[in-house]
């Protein structure tokens, strides 16, 4: 099993920055790709950004220049956000993939961006 836990979420202005970070445990193996997404009131969840092993990323496109990810260790992702709007408001999941494994998700954390 393996288990992530977020950190970081809450409320802010627009225009203002937040930081979230993602710690995986367990049996987690080496992670072939961490990486969050994010689910709004009324829409499917999508990607915000993910990061593989290697080193190469895909951002949404809505994000890029705004947001960073980085994974400064095997088993932790952190999302730099910056210049936040009120649409980037959702419940943002942190998501890992072991290598020859499904994903597991985080529990999620609360983004909320006000106008």
């Known amino acids: 099993q393996v288990q992530l836990v977020e950190s970081g979420g809450g409320l802010v202005q627009a225009g203002g920055s937040l930081r979230l970070s993602c710690i995986a445990s367990?049996?987690?193996?080496?992670?072939?790709?961490m990486g969050w997404y994010r689910q709004a009131p009324g829409k499917e969840r999508e990607l915000v950004a993910r990061?593989?092993?290697?080193?190469?990323t895909n951002v949404a496109d809505s994000v890029k220049g705004r947001f960073t990810i980085s994974r400064d260790a095997e088993n932790k992702v952190d999302l730099q956000m910056n210049s936040l709007k009120p649409e980037d408001t959702a419940v943002y999941y942190c998501t890992a993939r072991p290598f020859g494994r499904s994903d597991y998700w985080g529990p999620g954390t609360q983004v909320t961006v006000s106008s």
């Open positions: 990061m593989f092993r290697s080193g190469s």
């Open positions: 367990g049996s987690i193996g080496s992670l072939s790709v």
